[in-house]
């Protein structure tokens, strides 16, 4: 790991300051992206500053709507009743990532920022990654993709958004609050995210001194029910192969409301509108979920390593809106 | 408790790349001057001898570093010994009491609960903290809030059984 300075901010816009003042610099959180890719030495900032102290911590219900500060852990926000009652879905997703010690670590702020898991954007002796270095080549794309992304993405990068907890946010229409320098800015999740294949190196709207200071996420009604579903090499500790996040308002055999996002596919995590329009108004039932499975994926663009996502994020999916639904026929 | 905010002040700053950082392990005070890029894990183990504490895959993977921070399990290789500043930490060296082993530890011995024990410091930290979450419910429940440690030995229906028998059998300080 190459030397750096620390510095432990303690407010939120000196802290914006000191991002401001350094090009270079990162700030740290939770640490387990930040620190596990300087350790490999992808990341070498010349100077950290250290933002858990910051006043970012609480998670608060104002009407219909959940704060949630950057710094919450994921373990706070999936211990929260609230969430328990009105957000299964992003509780699932909390609880299905990585392992309680990380997730005591890990914020929600960072959770969104995550990087790749990409093993050749993690080796540095990978000489062909655009992400890491544009115009060098894709080593994935001839190499050994698995953990890749399929939708966004194109022979330039098809490196995967690993979040679990993302693809629950964005299908529930979430909003990042931003602190800048001089100003703050509201972004919706869905307006976040950069593809690889729009940019293999910028992965979302974020400035270099900028803040996420915290996540809204507004409640869905209280008749929605919801779940998340990851599939995964192991039962447990393992990033999805294919996930989906559903969120139902079903009315007399009838599908009111209907939220989709996919995860293990996307550049960025992925909101299957697609699949939501053939849902709503549709009568609940396999046939229609089969449908809606149908009409995903279908910009998917695959290497060798990554075709068997295409069936298997459809069959994750109709498998999901079953569960949610309660129907299995 | 120390005061965080004078944490800032200049001359905690001996060069640009060291850092006087005081931890507090144990329940004992320790006053270090450490390079910024020291992990609470090498810290532990290099400075304070506190060897209990494993390296394994040294970044985020397989749990044998897991320590207690302000009573909540993490990993000590993930985070940085400036981080800890002000934290309560502790390590499987704090969970002996006066009275002997932590009954984790005493189940862990009686179940043979490891092999090579390498990871087992790990394991038993995270144990006692699954059962302060309230975790341990079922052997299913077990092995899902365990499995952020990893055991090459392949000891996991022993040390299921471990962490069963405490928290099924109890005892009056099962849940320290
Ligand atoms: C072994 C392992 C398994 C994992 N499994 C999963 C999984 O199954 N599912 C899943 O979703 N995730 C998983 N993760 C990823 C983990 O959830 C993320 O690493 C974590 O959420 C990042 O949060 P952090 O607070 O540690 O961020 P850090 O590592 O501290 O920061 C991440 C990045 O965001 C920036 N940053 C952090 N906070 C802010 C902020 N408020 N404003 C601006 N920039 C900020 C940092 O500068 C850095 O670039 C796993 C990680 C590991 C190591
Ligand atoms: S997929 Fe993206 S991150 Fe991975 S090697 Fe290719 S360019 Fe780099
Ligand atoms: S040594 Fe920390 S998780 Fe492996
Ligand atoms: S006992 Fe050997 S690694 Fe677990």
């Keep these: 790991m190459r030397t750096f300075d620390y510095v432990r901010a303690t407010d939120t816009q000196e802290a914006v300051r000191l991002l401001a003042d350094d090009p270079a610099a990162s700030c740290l959180a939770g640490g387990t992206t930040q620190l596990d890719l300087m350790k490999d030495g992808i990341l070498e900032p010349p100077r950290l500053i250290d933002i858990t102290r910051l006043p970012l911590h ?29 957000l299964p879905v992003v509780r699932e997703s909390l609880l299905l990532g990585a392992s309680v010690q990380l997730r005591n670590m890990a914020t929600i702020g960072g959770n969104l920022l995550q990087r790749t898991r990409c093993r050749y954007f993690r080796d540095p002796g990978v000489a062909e990654c655009n992400k890491r270095s544009p115009g060098s080549g894709c080593a994935a794309v001839m190499g050994a993709a698995r953990m890749h992304a399929v939708l966004g993405v194109s022979e330039r990068c098809i490196a995967l958004h690993a979040s679990d907890l993302a693809v629950a946010l964005v299908s529930l229409d979430a909003l990042v609050h931003i602190q800048g320098p001089t100003q703050r800015r509201t972004v919706p999740l869905t307006e976040f995210y950069i593809t690889a294949a729009e940019s293999p190196e910028h992965e979302n709207v974020l400035d270099h001194a900028e803040l996420i200071t915290e996540v809204e996420i507004p409640l869905p009604p209280p008749t929605a029910r919801s779940g998340y579903l990851k599939v995964r090499d192991r039962v447990s500790y393992e990033f999805a192969l294919t996930s989906a996040a559903v969120l139902l308002v079903i009315d007399g055999g009838t599908i009111r409301q209907a939220r989709v996002g996919l995860g293990g596919v996307g550049s960025k995590p992925w909101r299957a509108y697609e699949a939501e329009h053939v849902l709503t108004g549709a009568p609940v039932t396999t046939a229609t979920f089969l449908d809606a499975a149908e009409a995903t994926m279908r910009d998917a663009w695959t290497v060798p390593g990554t075709e068997f996502k295409v069936p298997l994020a459809r069959r994750t999916l109709v498998r999901e809106l079953q569960t949610v639904a309660g129907v299995t026929s | 408790m120390r005061d965080v905010a004078s944490e800032r002040d200049v001359d905690s700053r001996s060069t640009v790349n060291e850092r006087v950082v005081t931890l507090d392990v144990n329940g004992r005070t320790y006053t270090l001057r ?77 179940h043979d609960g490891f092999q090579c024990g390498f ?34 030995c392949g000891a996991y229906p022993n040390i299921v059984a471990a962490i069963r028998a405490v928290a099924s059998g109890g005892g009056h300080d099962a849940h320290l």
Excluded at chain 1, 66 to 85: D, N, R
Excluded at chain 2, 39 to 57: E, Q, S, Y
Excluded at chain 2, 78 to 102: K, V
Excluded at chain 2, 123 to 148: F, K, T
């Design chain 1, 58 to 86: 609480g998670i608060e219900r104002r009407g219909e709507s959940l704060h949630v500060g950057a710094l919450a852990t994921m373990e706070e926000l999936a211990a929260e009743p609230i969430v328990a009652e009105r």
């Design chain 2, 34 to 110: 450490l390079d910024t890029r020291v992990t609470l894990l090498d810290a532990l183990r290099d400075r304070l001898g506190l060897v209990g504490t494993k390296k394994g895959c040294d970044q985020g993977a397989c749990g044998a570093c897991t320590v207690h921070l302000d009573g909540r399990r993490v990993l000590s290789c993930l985070t940085l010994a400036a981080q800890a500043e002000g934290r309560e930490i502790t390590t499987i060296e704090g969970l002996t009491g006066a009275d002997g082993p932590h009954p984790v530890q005493r189940a862990f011995m009686e």
């Design chain 2, 119 to 152: 990871c087992t410091p790990g394991q038993i930290m995270s144990a006692v903290a699954l059962m302060a979450e309230g975790r341990a419910g079922s052997d299913e429940e077990i092995r899902e809030y365990m499995s952020g440690n990893i055991c090459r």
